[in-house]
């Protein structure tokens, strides 16, 4: 067995549309699920989806992925489904929505971690893709982090405070997952509906010690086809990038590309 276990949190029913999140169409070749397993290929890992609203759907258009049943789907949250993987308390767990999609680094970056536990956050979530709503600014599960580590995580914080977004996939290490594992029954009855958020405030409550780790706008929920559109394309110099690996009668001179940020710190070493 793999010492990695990667769970896809896909229990629940989409808040919007029928279609089970994980199958809704990310290109025209491509949904949810295709692209998670896609980028998640190259790893050796255990991937299990944790399955409840139309199990057999996504069973039937993905055979090959081993399942775990959430029984009271329609009416616990993604702690239940959580607490339904089996934590296995000697490997390293990670768990991730289901309606997001993301590139294989960002699971490389949170194993990395030495924290009890690891989560993966945006710093440049206000402006990540065009035109995004003040309301979907103000539900938004946010994060304070002072020092690398977790202070503060819900989405009650006021967005006017410095801020990152969480970005639905965490990372739980041995301790994390024994200290899970030795409370179960009392969390499957404490927190049935609660949310990652939620819960994650409570661990941190109890001591253990929650890194964020910032995915720099390496990934997308499906609430905005502007999100997913800027997360396929990424920025002009990345498509470039990306073509140049697929053109067969055009070529791509080799580019080296920074962001703004990466100029103002290094302006000298870049130029050389």
């Not at 949190?9 to 949904?31: C, D, E, F, I």
């Not at 339904?84 to 991730?96: C, H, P, V």
């Not at 009890?116 to 945006?122: K, L, M, R």
């Not at 997360?231 to 110099?237: E, L, N, R, S, V």
């Amino acid at each position: 067995m793999k010492n990695l276990n990667i769970y896809i949190l896909g229990a629940g029913k989409p808040k919007y549309g029928l279609w089970n999140s994980s199958l809704r169409a990310v290109t025209k070749t491509k949904r949810v699920l295709d692209w998670q397993l896609e980028e998640l290929s190259g790893i050796e890992a255990n991937i299990v989806f944790i399955a409840g609203y139309q199990l057999e759907n996504v069973a039937k258009k993905f055979p090959n992925l081993i399942f775990k049943f959430n029984p009271k789907w329609a009416e616990s949250g993604p702690v239940f489904s959580l607490l339904k993987s089996d934590i296995n308390d000697k490997s390293t767990n990670i768990y991730s929505y289901g309606d997001i999609v993301y590139r294989k680094a960002i699971i490389k970056k949170l194993i990395k971690s030495d924290s009890d536990i690891s989560i993966a956050i945006d710093k440049g979530w206000e402006t990540r893709y065009k035109k995004r709503s003040e309301n979907d600014l103000l539900r938004s599960e946010k994060v304070i982090v002072k020092n690398f580590q977790v202070k503060q995580i819900g989405t009650n914080i006021p967005i006017n405070q410095d801020t990152s977004e969480f970005a639905g996939i965490i990372c739980l290490k041995s301790k994390a997952s024994k200290f899970i594992k030795s409370n179960f029954k009392e969390f499957e009855n404490e927190f049935a509906d609660s949310s990652l958020p939620e819960f994650l405030t409570y661990l941190m409550a109890s001591g253990l010690t929650i890194e964020a780790i910032d995915i720099e706008g390496k990934w997308a929920e499906l609430n905005s086809s502007n999100d997913l559109i800027q997360f396929i394309f990424g920025t002009k110099a990345e498509t470039l990038k990306e073509l140049s690996k697929i053109l067969k009668l055009s070529k791509i001179k080799k580019q080296y590309f920074f962001n703004i940020n990466e100029w103002n710190k290094n302006k000298n070493q870049i130029l050389k």
